[in-house]
C-alpha cells in the first residue's frame, strides 16, 4: 500500500511538472500612472493620427498625459501588462489648455521648435486652446455639461471588441459615484468611425462649431442613467 501511494505521488508530481503553462489572457482597467504617459502618447500617435495634438510629436504628447494623469482622469485598458486602450476626462475642460501650459511651460518650447518649419502649427494651437470655449452655448438654450471626455483610444488590432466601450463604462462609472450625471465630447464631423462610435454608447448630438477654419466639429453630451 505505501508503494502504491509512493507511485501515485509520483506520477501526479510529473504530471504537474509537465503541465502545459497556462498563458490565458489576463486583462483589466485601472486608474492611469505616471509611468503610463509614454505609452498613452504613442497609442494617441497610432490611433488618433488626424488630431492636431498628433502632429506636436511624441514629446509634446507625452507631456499633455503626464499632465492628464496627475490633474485630470484617464484609465487605460491593460493586456498582459501592455496598454492596448485609454480615456482620459477632464471636469473642467474649458480651462484645461491653460492649465496644462501653466504645468508644463517647456511645451512652449516644444511647439515653438515645431513651428520653425511648420508655421501654421501656431495659429492651430490657439484654435485648439479656444476650443473649449466654443463648446459652450452662448446663447443657453442648450445645456452643455463642463465636464468633458478628452480623448479616448484603442490599439487598432484590438478595435470592435468592445473595449472603448468598456473604458466609456468605466469613465461613467466615476461620474455616477460623483454625482455627475451628464457630459460632452467633441468630434470631427469627418471623423464617421468616432461619430459611429458616440452615437452607439448613447451620445446625443446637441450642436456643432468650427474648430480649425471652416472644418464642422460635432457636440454631443450623454445624460448617464
Not at 496644462?100 to 501654421?120: D, E, Q, R, S, W
Not at 468592445?162 to 451628464?182: A, F, M, R, W
Request: net charge positive; with cysteine; charged share 20%.
Amino acid at each position: 500500500l505505501a508503494v502504491a501511494i509512493m507511485v501515485r505521488e509520483k506520477i501526479a508530481l510529473y504530471l504537474a511538472m509537465t503541465a502545459p503553462i497556462n498563458k490565458s489572457k489576463t486583462n483589466m482597467i485601472r486608474p492611469a500612472q505616471k509611468t503610463d504617459s509614454l505609452s498613452l502618447a504613442k497609442l494617441h500617435l497610432e490611433t488618433l493620427t488626424s488630431s492636431f495634438l498628433a502632429s506636436l510629436g511624441i514629446s509634446f504628447l507625452d507631456q499633455l498625459y503626464v499632465f492628464l494623469i496627475r490633474n485630470e482622469k484617464v484609465w487605460v485598458y491593460e493586456e498582459n501588462n501592455e496598454i492596448k486602450g485609454f480615456v482620459s476626462y477632464s471636469g473642467n475642460s474649458s480651462g484645461m489648455m491653460k492649465r496644462f501650459i501653466i504645468h508644463c511651460p517647456g511645451c512652449l518650447m516644444l511647439l515653438a521648435i515645431k513651428t520653425l518649419t511648420k508655421p501654421a502649427l501656431i495659429g492651430r494651437f490657439l484654435e485648439t486652446f479656444r476650443a473649449p470655449s466654443k463648446s459652450q452655448d452662448n446663447n443657453h438654450s442648450i445645456f452643455l455639461p463642463s465636464g468633458e471626455l478628452l480623448s479616448i483610444s484603442v490599439s487598432p488590432n484590438c478595435q470592435a471588441t468592445g473595449i472603448g466601450s468598456q473604458l466609456v463604462k468605466t469613465l461613467e462609472d466615476y461620474l455616477l459615484q460623483n454625482q455627475i450625471l451628464s457630459y460632452k465630447v467633441v468630434a470631427g464631423e469627418e471623423l464617421i468611425g468616432a461619430n459611429k462610435f458616440y452615437t452607439k454608447n448613447g451620445f446625443m448630438l446637441v450642436m456643432q462649431i468650427r474648430i480649425h477654419g471652416d472644418k464642422l466639429s460635432n457636440v454631443y453630451v450623454k445624460e448617464i442613467r
